[in-house]
């Protein structure tokens, strides 16, 4: 299951995660949000439906021409509101998952992001100096390598509501280093 904010839902994107058996669970974009009409459609309940979406006429620059034409022509998506926004997904057996248990992944999002965040602030790593992803993944593993118990708050950090002792941490750190080995 992949989560995004408004940004992601895009017709190619979504297709791409469906050919690949990844869910998507996503904000409705502020533009088709102010067309979207709940009377479309196949009307499942209050404020949700089945939409079929159309390939966009014209291919994206970024876009070769055979992945243009490998992309489906059509696309079932779910469109529902649930606590003030719309929600786009790709799982459309809604009568299996209810509305507030997509509206509590959705803000699982936010946290997740907000994780990502303290880690790279705990790590110092706010901005990076690389150029490349290559180079990217190195200073990553540098300095998660290179960080010192002293620089965490009471030697532990917090992690998905947990609190992690910096021997944890650091067992980790050596079995993922490990693994590059």
Avoid at 42 to 59: A, M, Y
Avoid at 102 to 121: D, G, H
Avoid at 125 to 136: A, D, F, H, I
Wanted: proline share 3%; hydrophobic share 35%; net charge neutral.
């Amino acid at each position: 299951m992949l989560l995004g904010d408004a940004f992601f839902g895009t017709y190619f994107l979504l297709t791409e995660l469906q050919a690949r058996n990844v869910d998507a669970l996503f904000e409705q974009y502020g533009a088709r949000k102010r067309s979207t009409d709940f009377s479309k459609g196949e009307k499942l309940g209050s404020r949700d439906h089945l939409i079929t979406l159309i390939k966009p006429k014209v291919r994206p620059d970024w876009m070769t021409a055979e992945q243009y034409s490998a992309a489906p022509e059509s696309l079932v998506i779910l469109e529902l509101e649930v606590g003030g926004k719309i929600l786009i997904t790709t799982l459309t057996c809604s009568d299996s998952i209810p509305k507030q248990a997509l509206k509590t992944l959705y803000k699982s999002r936010w946290q997740v992001e907000l994780n990502i965040r303290n880690i790279k602030t705990t790590l110092g790593m706010e901005t990076l100096s690389c150029k490349t992803p290559q180079m990217g993944e190195k200073e990553i593993w540098g300095l998660s390598i290179g960080l010192q118990p002293d620089s965490l708050d009471d030697g532990a950090i917090g992690l998905n509501g947990r609190c992690t002792t910096m021997d944890t941490k650091l067992q980790a750190y050596s079995t993922a280093l490990a693994r590059l080995e």
